[in-house]
């Protein structure tokens, strides 16, 4: 089985796949009389295609420990699918970019508990894999009659070993 890095989790190496959600370095303002500090449009959640609508959930992910196989990948073709932790909790966040699923181009990055993620529509990834002792998520993502969730078993399953320092 071949082994797959990890490495931090940066607005510019996520790029391709989606967004990062996270405060620092976000637009923000004062609202709310100056009581309340918005920190703006941080992801682009793209969930009408189809007709659908935005569904809001709390997903609770079971702790995934050392090493992790990778053997399967997940697509949503007609919307994004956004994980923001609620209390801190990490998580390993495994990718393909979208179209055909290349194998080749997997890449793996470790969140540092106040950073989600925002999946673009069509970006394959693994199901959520909480850290530590797990946790839960706020879950954007699209709800309708569609079928939105494609999976697809890896010809060469990736092995995770180690997190980055």
């Known amino acids: 089985m ?14 391709p796949f989606g967004e990062v959600i996270m405060l620092e370095g976000a637009q923000h303002y004062p609202i709310n009389q100056g009581r309340t500090e918005r920190y703006h449009d941080l992801a682009r959640i793209q969930v009408s295609a189809g007709g659908g609508r935005p569904l809001l959930n709390v997903f609770r992910g079971l702790p995934s420990h050392l090493p992790v196989e990778v053997r399967l990948l997940e697509r949503h073709p007609l919307g994004s ?10 998580m390993l966040v495994v990718v393909a970019p979208p179209g055909e699923l290349d194998e080749s181009a997997l890449q793996a990055f ?3 508990g106040d950073q989600g993620v925002n999946y673009a529509p069509g970006t394959w990834h693994h199901p959520l894999l909480a850290l530590d002792q797990g946790g839960d998520f706020l879950v954007v993502d699209r709800g309708g009659r569609s ?3 494609e999976e697809r078993e890896l010809g060469s399953p990736r092995l995770i070993r180690a997190l980055p320092e």
């Open 2 to 15: 071949r082994e797959l890095s990890v490495q931090p989790l940066t607005r510019a190496a996520f790029a």
């Open 81 to 90: 699918q956004c994980f923001v932790p609620l209390h801190g909790a990490r």
């Open 110 to 112: 470790l969140t540092t």
């Open 147 to 149: 079928d939105n969730c």
